[in-house]
């Protein structure tokens, strides 16, 4: 449907907090940018699993209705008086990404510059729309364990999409990873140059079959008994082990740390690497894996199978 940054646009909000029966496809107004603000008409939004979660859990419970949606690309339609993007400079008509943003499932929104950057030739739409909230997560886990070249990781979850973006940005560091997957997933790990474990019994020992003396970082992605507990018994420091799922008590009990996007700390790290990770990618040297697309009105038939096992990469809406 046709839209301006001076007229309607369709966004999915949540009522209130819930499963996705809660979520709503509505008409909102697009507001005229102001100063330091961008209005940019998506092309292709990211979905990730922390849209339905936020919403699930009631993290922020008077911030309902709330628009859902975390990162998008697309092109400026409008911007604000004196207003450069996030990588500087700007114009109508401009290719662009942006993370992290409030709404991203519509079909134009208006949002701060400072989270909008220059979008790579070299990546499409749909590639730029699903970068940076997982490749953000994935190097603040190597940030805060301080993961370095000659070191041996072991890597939870490895074939998703947290777990691929570690993978490549280790294998650009010079750090061997040692990565959980079924083993239907094996050939992701491999691709991106990880060693794959299957998780599942006797994980501790597949892992000590590769690395004898330990590993010196931990870093999960799935949250399960079984990985939080291998973790801990083969890492050799507790505090370089990291979860971006274990709930807090259980990173207290363990003595390892936990981080999210929510979190202070978390979220400048996170927004202070996001140009860099664009770069990477622009020079080809991080992949983003496309599995499917969806219609923006079929948001919730996407939100099911993102919330099954493995869809293959990330799961893309296209307005």
């Given at each position: 449907?046709?839209?301006?940054?001076?007229?309607?646009?369709?966004?999915?909000?949540?009522?209130?907090?819930?499963?996705?029966?809660?979520?709503?496809?509505?008409?909102?107004?697009?507001?005229?940018?102001?100063?330091?603000?961008?209005?940019?008409?998506?092309?292709?939004?990211?979905?990730?699993?922390?849209?339905?979660?936020?919403?699930?859990?009631?993290?922020?419970?008077?911030?309902?209705?709330?628009?859902?949606?975390?990162?998008?690309?697309?092109?400026?339609?409008?911007?604000?008086?004196?207003?450069?993007?996030?990588?500087?400079?700007?114009?109508?008509?401009?290719?662009?990404?942006?993370?992290?943003?409030?709404?991203?499932?519509?079909?134009?929104?208006t949002l701060p510059a400072r989270d909008v950057f220059a979008k790579p030739p070299?990546?499409?739409?749909?590639?730029?729309?699903?970068?940076?909230?997982?490749?953000?997560?994935?190097?603040?886990?190597?940030?805060?364990?301080?993961?370095?070249?000659?070191?041996?990781?072991?890597?939870?979850?490895?074939?998703?999409?947290?777990?691929?973006?570690?993978?490549?940005?280790?294998?650009?560091?010079?750090?061997?990873?040692?990565?959980?997957?079924?083993?239907?997933?094996?050939?992701?790990?491999?691709?991106?140059?990880?060693?794959?474990?299957?998780?599942?019994?006797?994980?501790?020992?597949?892992?000590?079959?590769?690395?004898?003396?330990?590993?010196?970082?931990?870093?999960?992605?799935?949250?399960?008994?079984?990985?939080?507990?291998?973790?801990?018994?083969?890492?050799?420091?507790?505090?370089?082990?990291?979860?971006?799922?274990?709930?807090?008590?259980?990173?207290?009990?363990?003595?390892?740390?936990?981080?999210?996007?929510?979190?202070?700390?978390?979220?400048?790290?996170?927004?202070?690497?996001?140009?860099?990770?664009?770069?990477?990618?622009?020079?080809?040297?991080?992949?983003?894996?496309?599995?499917?697309?969806?219609?923006?009105?079929?948001?919730?038939?996407?939100?099911?199978?993102?919330?099954?096992?493995?869809?293959?990469?990330?799961?893309?809406?296209?307005?």
């Amino acid at each position: 449907m046709p839209c301006g940054s001076d007229g309607m646009s369709r966004q999915w909000i949540a009522r209130h907090p819930g499963g996705l029966d809660v979520f709503e496809l509505v008409d909102v107004d697009v507001r005229p940018p102001g100063a330091g603000e961008v209005s940019v008409r998506v092309r292709a939004a990211g979905m990730n699993p922390a849209d339905a979660k936020h919403i699930r859990e009631g993290r922020v419970p008077d911030d309902f209705p709330r628009p859902v949606g975390y990162e998008v690309s697309g092109v400026v339609t409008a911007l604000g008086p004196d207003t450069e993007l996030a990588s500087g400079g700007g114009a109508v008509g401009d290719e662009v990404l942006a993370f992290r943003v409030r709404g991203g499932w519509a079909d134009e929104l208006t949002l701060p510059a400072r989270d909008v950057f220059a979008k790579p030739p070299s990546l499409s739409f749909e590639q730029a729309a699903t970068l940076l909230l997982a490749a953000t997560t994935a190097a603040e886990m190597l940030h805060v364990t301080g993961a370095r070249r000659g070191e041996t990781a072991l890597v939870h979850a490895a074939s998703g999409a947290v777990g691929v973006m570690l993978l490549q940005l280790a294998a650009h560091r010079g750090i061997r990873v040692i990565g959980t997957a079924s083993p239907a997933r094996f050939d992701v790990v491999r691709r991106y140059g990880g060693e794959p474990v299957a998780h599942g019994a006797a994980l501790e020992a597949r892992v000590r079959d590769l690395a004898p003396a330990g590993v010196d970082v931990a870093l999960d992605g799935v949250g399960t008994e079984e990985a939080l507990a291998v973790s801990l018994a083969v890492v050799h420091d507790p505090d370089r082990m990291v979860s971006i799922v274990a709930s807090a008590a259980q990173a207290d009990a363990g003595g390892y740390r936990r981080i999210g996007g929510a979190m202070p700390e978390s979220k400048a790290y996170r927004d202070s690497v996001r140009e860099g990770l664009v770069a990477l990618a622009g020079e080809g040297r991080l992949e983003v894996t496309v599995a499917a697309t969806y219609p923006l009105e079929e948001a919730l038939v996407a939100a099911e199978a993102l919330e099954g096992k493995h869809p293959g990469g990330k799961l893309v809406l296209l307005p």
